[in-house]
C-alpha cells in the first residue's frame, strides 16, 4: 500500500513537471515577453485543466480509485496559486477581472509544490482519516467520538463556555496588536521622530496589553468554573451507575481501580474539555490571525516560515503515537498503586497482627515503581521531542532573519517590520505547536473518558427491578431448583439444584460444613446474585419483580462481619431510612440488647463509631447492625452467624428475634449448634445441595449428617476441655 501510494505520488508530481514545461517551451517558441501578465481568471482556468489532468492521472495510476490524502494533494498543488493571487489582489484591492498577474516562473512553481506539500502533510499528520486496514486512524476516531461525547456532557455548562470563548477571543486580538505597536515604535524610534505619534503608539500598547490581561483572566476564571461543575457532575453520574451494579461486578474489580476512574480520571475528561477547548480555540484564532498579519508584512518570509509546520507536526504525530500507549500504562498502573494502598490500609488491623508492615510496604514500593517506571520513559520521551523541536525552531528562525535582512536591504521590509514578523513568528510557532500537540493531549484524555464511559455504559447483569409493592406480604420465600455459580468462579457450582422453602411465622436453619451453600443461598435471598438455573420466589413470583426499596425494606440481613459507616449510632442505626424518629430507633436498640450500652457512650446515640466502626467492639457491632435490621420492623429476617461475638446474656436477649414475631420468616445461618435447636425446621446443606432436613429431634434419632456433626463438634470440645485441664 506504501509503495503503491509513493509510485502515484511521483507519477503526479512528474506529469505536473512536464505539463510546465510544455507550456513554458511553447511560450517560448509563441514569442511570449518575459514577465508578461495574465488576467487572474486565465489563471483559475490554468489551475482548473491542471487539476482535471493530475486528478485523472492519479485515478488511473491508483488502479482505478484515488486515495482521499492524493486527492486533496492534487487539489490544493493546482489551486493553491489562483487561490494565493485571489487573495494577494483582495488585500491589495485590485480584485478587478481585468488584473493582470504574472505567470509563474519555475522557481515559483517549485515552491508552490513545497508549500501545497508541508500544508497537506500538516494536516494529514494532525487530522489523519481512517482508511481500511489502518488500525491508527480508526482509533483517533474513536477517540474523536469519545471527546465530542464528552463536550456533549458540557451543555449545560453553554453559557460560562461562551463567555469563556468571547473572552479568549478578544485576550488573543489584544495580544496580536501588540507586536504591531512595537514594530511602531521602533520605526517612530529610527526615522525622524515624532512625539504624539510615539505617545499614541505607545499608549494603544498599553490598552492593548490591559485589555488582553484581563480578558485572559476573565477567560481562565469562566473555564476553571466550568470544568469544576463538569468534574461535579461527571462524578456523581459514575457513582450512581456504579452502586446500581451487581455484587459480582465489585468482586472482579478492585475498589482502587474504581476510586481510580471517580478522582483521577473523570478530572482528565473535565479538561479534556475546559483547558483542551481552550487551547484549541485559542490557538487557532491566532494561527488564522497571526498568518494574515504576516502575510500583510511579508508573503516571501511567510512561505518560508510554513515550512516548520510540516516538520513540527511530524514530530509531533511521532510523540503522540508513543505517549498514548505509555499513558494508557501510566492509568494501569496509578489504579493498581491505589488499589495495593486501599487494602493494606483498610485492614491495616490484619496486617498489623500478622507483622506483614514490611510486606505491604514491598508490595507499594513495587506497584509505585512500575508507575516511576513508566513515567521515566514517558518524560524521556517528552525531553526528546523538545530537543528536535527547538532544532526545527531555531534553524527556521536563522534562515528567516538572513532572508529578512536581504528584504530590508531591498527595501521591502523596514527594521519595524522585521521585528514585528519576528513577534508574530514566535507566536506563530507556538499557537501552531500547541494545535498540533493538543490532538495528542485530547488523545489522553480520551484515553481517561473511554474507561468512565465503560462504566457509565455497563448495564448491570441482573434481571431489572420491577415496580410490585404489595401493601400486604406473607414472606413465604422459596428456592426451586437453583444451581448457581459465583462470577469469579463459573466452572465450580456452589449450588446444585437445591430446592427450599422458607415458611412464614417459623424459624429455618441452615447449617453443614463451609463451603456447603449458606452463604450462596443468603446471596441469592437477598438478591446479591442471580441463579444460572431455577428461580427464588417471594410469595410466588420472582424477586426481581419487586421494588428494589420496598424488597430490601421488607427483608433485613445481619451478617457475622457488619459494617457500619462512619457516622453517628443513631445514622447507623436508622441507615436507609428517611424520617426514622429517635423512639423508633431506641425500641430496636432495646430488642437488640443495645440500649444500655448505647447510653453509657459519651454522647449516647450521637457517639460517632469511627471509621467502619473502630471505635466499638465486635459484639457492640454486631448489636448495632441488628438493630439497623429490627428497626425496619422486616417480614423477613435473615441473620448470619450473627451470635459469634455475642456475650451470654445478649445472646439470651436475642431468642425473641431467633424465634421470630408473629408471622415473620426468619432464617438463621450458624456453625454453632446450640443456636439452631430451637428452630422449627434445621437443613443441612453439603457440597450445594440438601443433605437432610428436620426438627433438632427428628435428625437426632435418625442419626445422619447432622447426628455425626454434632458429635464431633461436642468430642471436640470435650478434648480441648481435657487440654486445657491438664494444662491448668
Avoid at 66 to 89: M, Y
Wanted: aromatic share 8%; hydrophobic share 45%; charged share 20%.
Amino acid at each position: 500500500m506504501a509503495s503503491a501510494g509513493m509510485r502515484a505520488y511521483g507519477t503526479v508530481l512528474s506529469c505536473d513537471l512536464i505539463l510546465w514545461g510544455v507550456l513554458w517551451g511553447g511560450l517560448v517558441l509563441l514569442g511570449w515577453p518575459s514577465g508578461e501578465g495574465v488576467a487572474l481568471g486565465w489563471l483559475w482556468a490554468l489551475g482548473a485543466g491542471r487539476w482535471l489532468l493530475l486528478h485523472a492521472v492519479s485515478v488511473a495510476t491508483a488502479g482505478g480509485r484515488s486515495r482521499p490524502v492524493l486527492r486533496r494533494w492534487v487539489a490544493t498543488l493546482c489551486l493553491l496559486g489562483p487561490a494565493f493571487e485571489s487573495g494577494k489582489a483582495a488585500l491589495q484591492r485590485r480584485g478587478s477581472p481585468g488584473w493582470s498577474v504574472p505567470l509563474p516562473d519555475p522557481g515559483v512553481v517549485a515552491l508552490a509544490a513545497v508549500a501545497a506539500s508541508s500544508a497537506c502533510l500538516f494536516w494529514e499528520l494532525t487530522f489523519p482519516e481512517a482508511e481500511s486496514g489502518t488500525g491508527g486512524g480508526e482509533k483517533r476516531q474513536k477517540a474523536w467520538a469519545l471527546f465530542l461525547r464528552v463536550v456533549r456532557y458540557s451543555r449545560p455548562d453553554a453559557l460560562h463556555l461562551g463567555a469563556a470563548f468571547l473572552f479568549l477571543t478578544l485576550a488573543v486580538l489584544s495580544e496580536m496588536c501588540i507586536p504591531y505597536y512595537t514594530g511602531r515604535v521602533v520605526d517612530l524610534l529610527g526615522s525622524q521622530y515624532q512625539h504624539s505619534s510615539f505617545l499614541s503608539a505607545i499608549g494603544f500598547m498599553a490598552l492593548f496589553s490591559f485589555s488582553s490581561s484581563l480578558c485572559a483572566g476573565l477567560r481562565g476564571g469562566m473555564f476553571m468554573c466550568s470544568l469544576s461543575r463538569l468534574n461535579r457532575r461527571m462524578r456523581h453520574m459514575l457513582f450512581h451507575s456504579l452502586v446500581q451494579q451487581e455484587i459480582g461486578f465489585f468482586e472482579e474489580t478492585k475498589s482502587g481501580s474504581l476510586t481510580s476512574r471517580l478522582s483521577s480520571d473523570t478530572d482528565k475528561m473535565g479538561r479534556s474539555v475546559a483547558m483542551n477547548m481552550n487551547v484549541l480555540v485559542r490557538s487557532t484564532v491566532k494561527v488564522l490571525g497571526l498568518l494574515g498579519l504576516m502575510l500583510g508584512l511579508s508573503w516571501h518570509l511567510t512561505v518560508l516560515t510554513c515550512v516548520e509546520m510540516p516538520l513540527l507536526a511530524l514530530l509531533q504525530n511521532f510523540y503522540n503515537a508513543r505517549a498514548q500507549a505509555l499513558g494508557q500504562q501510566l492509568q494501569d498502573c496509578e489504579a493498581e498503586a491505589r488499589a495495593v494502598a486501599a487494602s493494606a490500609l483498610g485492614a491495616v488491623r490484619t496486617v498489623r497482627s500478622f507483622g506483614a508492615e514490611q510486606a505491604e510496604a514491598r508490595r507499594y514500593q513495587e506497584a509505585v515503581g512500575r508507575t516511576r517506571a513508566v513515567q521515566t520513559r514517558k518524560d524521556t520521551l517528552k525531553a526528546v521531542l523538545l530537543l528536535l523541536r527547538r532544532l526545527v525552531t531555531v534553524g527556521v528562525k536563522v534562515m528567516m532573519l538572513i532572508y529578512g535582512r536581504r528584504l530590508i536591504a531591498s527595501g521591502q521590509l523596514t527594521n519595524g517590520g522585521l521585528l514585528a514578523f519576528v513577534l508574530y513568528q514566535k507566536d506563530m510557532a507556538t499557537s501552531t505547536r500547541q494545535l498540533v500537540s493538543i490532538c495528542g493531549e485530547m488523545l489522553n484524555c480520551t484515553g481517561a473518558a473511554s474507561k468512565v464511559f465503560e462504566y457509565l455504559d455497563r448495564k448491570p447483569r441482573e434481571e431489572r427491578a420491577g415496580n410490585l409493592e404489595p401493601s400486604r406480604l406473607e414472606g413465604r420465600l422459596t428456592l426451586r431448583d437453583v444451581t448457581f455459580s459465583y462470577p469469579t468462579k463459573p466452572d465450580a457450582p456452589a449450588l446444585k439444584g437445591l430446592s427450599l422453602e422458607l415458611c412464614p411465622g417459623k424459624m429455618t436453619a441452615l447449617v453443614g460444613p463451609s463451603g456447603g451453600g449458606k452463604s450462596s443461598c443468603v446471596g441469592l435471598l437477598e438478591r446479591f446474585y442471580e441463579p444460572h438455573e431455577g428461580q427464588v420466589l417471594l410469595d410466588g413470583l420472582p424477586l426481581h419483580c419487586y421494588q428494589h426499596r420496598y424488597l430490601h425494606n421488607k427483608m433485613a440481613m445481619v451478617s457475622q462481619d457488619p459494617v457500619l459507616f462512619s457516622g453517628s449510632v443513631r445514622d447507623n442505626i436508622a441507615y436507609g431510612l428517611e424520617d426514622c424518629s429517635l423512639e423508633r430507633i431506641e425500641r430496636a436498640a432495646r430488642k437488640a440488647n443495645a440500649h444500655k450500652f448505647i447510653c453509657e457512650l459519651e454522647q449516647g446515640y450521637d457517639t460517632d463509631v469511627g471509621e467502619c466502626g473502630g471505635c466499638l467492639s465486635a459484639g457492640q457491632k454486631q448489636c448495632i447492625a441488628i438493630a439497623r435490621a429490627l428497626v425496619r420492623e422486616p417480614q423477613i429476617l435473615i441473620l448470619d452467624e450473627v451470635t459469634s461475638c455475642l456475650d451470654l446474656d445478649t445472646q439470651l436477649a436475642m431468642q425473641d428475634v431467633l424465634t421470630g414475631s408473629v408471622g415473620q420468616t426468619v432464617l438463621v445461618v450458624a456453625h454453632r449448634l446450640k443456636t439452631v435447636e430451637q428452630a422449627d425446621r434445621i437443613v443441612f446443606l453439603e457440597d450445594g445441595a440438601v443433605v437432610e432436613q428436620g426438627t433438632h429431634q427428628q435428625l437426632m434419632a435418625s442419626r445422619g449428617r447432622y447426628y455425626r456433626l454434632r458429635e464431633k463438634l461436642f468430642s471436640d470440645l470435650d478434648s480441648a476441655g481435657d487440654s486445657l485441664s491438664g494444662a491448668g
